[in-house]
């Protein structure tokens, strides 16, 4: 079992920046994928970014492309996600997300990962 604690969220105005932390306990290996989604209201979640297994590349949504940075610290089993540049339509709960047998095809597929979050609030206001 993997546990997965988000923590970072709030309230910030149109251009500011954030940095959400995820916290991984349990069985949690390198090999893992992890990522970050989101979900606004009365919008169905959406992929954010992603770390693909221990590869080490990183990949993002196009809306996010160019302002967030996601990183992962293998030896503190911490996922970061540096958002600048924050926009209104990013207000959404953040949620973290892990899996150990990803498939780099589904890597934007919350539905193929199988720990999750329990989520953090992230509100831009205009």
């Known amino acids: 079992q993997v546990q997965l604690v988000e923590s970072g969220g709030g309230l910030v105005q149109d251009g500011g920046s954030l940095a959400l932390s995820c916290a991984a306990s349990?069985?949690?290996?390198?090999?893992?994928?992890m990522a970050w989604f989101r979900q606004a209201p009365g919008k169905e979640r959406e992929f954010v970014a992603a770390t693909f297994r221990s590869y080490g590349r990183t990949y993002y949504a196009d809306s996010v492309k160019g302002r967030f940075t996601i990183s992962r610290d293998n030896a503190k089993n911490t996922l970061s996600l540096q958002m600048n540049s924050l926009k209104p339509e990013d207000t959404a709960v953040y949620y973290c997300?892990?899996?150990?047998?990803?498939?780099?095809?589904?890597?934007?597929?919350?539905?193929?990962?199988?720990?999750w979050g329990q989520g953090t609030q992230v509100t831009v206001s205009s």
């Open positions: 997300a892990a899996d150990s047998s990803l498939i780099l095809s589904s890597l934007y597929q919350g539905n193929q990962y199988d720990y």
């Open positions: 349990g069985s949690i290996t390198r090999s893992y994928t």
